[in-house]
């Protein structure tokens, strides 16, 4: 199992990125996944996540703001985020979890400038 996360960059404040994580090896409409961040000093920190269901959950700070999706047809898992806060800055992480074993991507780094 494989995952490429791509789609971060450097935006202004209110502005909106989508980041896209590819999977490889494993079918992405059968498991759980999720985005994860982890700024600076910061431990690591769940940002989204998507069940095998389709259930979702956000984290506080990004409710109304990210969207998690995936498609299934392209094996990718994606996060819209809008409205974009420099609080937003940090390397962003994609994650999937096949039958317990957590396989991570290699994270795409999101600078949000005031």
């Known amino acids: 199992v494989q995952l490429q996360a791509s789609g971060g960059g450097s935006v202004q404040a209110g502005g909106s990125l989508r980041l896209s994580c590819v999977a490889s090896?494993?079918?992405?409409?059968?498991?759980?996944m999720g985005w994860y961040r982890q700024a600076p000093g910061k431990e690591r920190e769940s940002v989204a996540d998507?069940?095998?269901?389709?259930?979702?959950n956000y984290e506080d700070s990004v409710k109304g703001r990210f969207t998690i999706s995936r498609d299934n047809a392209k094996n990718t898992l994606y996060l819209q985020m809008n409205s974009l806060k420099p609080e937003d800055t940090a390397v962003y992480f994609c994650?999937?979890?096949?039958?317990?074993?957590?396989?991570w991507g290699q994270g795409t780094l999101v600078t949000v400038s005031s």
């Open positions: 994650n999937l979890n096949n039958f317990g074993k957590l396989y």
């Open positions: 090896g494993v079918r992405v409409s059968t498991t759980n």
């Open positions: 998507i069940s095998g269901s389709d259930s979702t």
